[in-house]
């Protein structure tokens, strides 16, 4: 089979020799796999599993309600925000832990893939990093 069970588009080399699967097996394309089992890093804008995601985002306060400072921050508790349409986020301070300011520019709030964390707060402890919320 040379198409993609999602989408039935034409796989391509690396895609027959190398085939991302979905939950049930089935042979899927690599921007099918990216769409239903990855997320895109705010800092190094590569696709990483979800399941390597270790709940760090960068926040960055220009649409939140209130005053928090930019950078790296761990997830403690979910939901750690709340969304309102007419102004911006409101950030609960109190379910996230801030890690690190960040230096680069980064054009919006996001997950951080666990490689960038490392880059970005090198002494960090190794279960803090592992441990999600």
Known sequence: MNKCTCCQETLDSEEIENPGKD??????CDNCYNEKY????????EYFPLDDWNHFVIIDPENSENE???????????????????????IFENKVK???????????????????????VGNIKKHEIKNGP
């Open 23 to 28: 939950e049930d097996g089935d042979i899927i």
């Open 38 to 45: 990855c997320t895109t890093c705010v800092v190094c804008e």
């Open 68 to 90: 928090i400072k930019t950078g790296l921050y761990k997830i403690l508790e979910w939901p750690f925000y709340s969304s309102n349409t007419i102004g911006g986020d409101y």
């Open 98 to 120: 801030r890690l690190c300011d960040h230096t680069q520019d980064i054009e919006e709030s996001g997950e951080v893939c666990p490689e960038c964390v490392k880059k970005m």
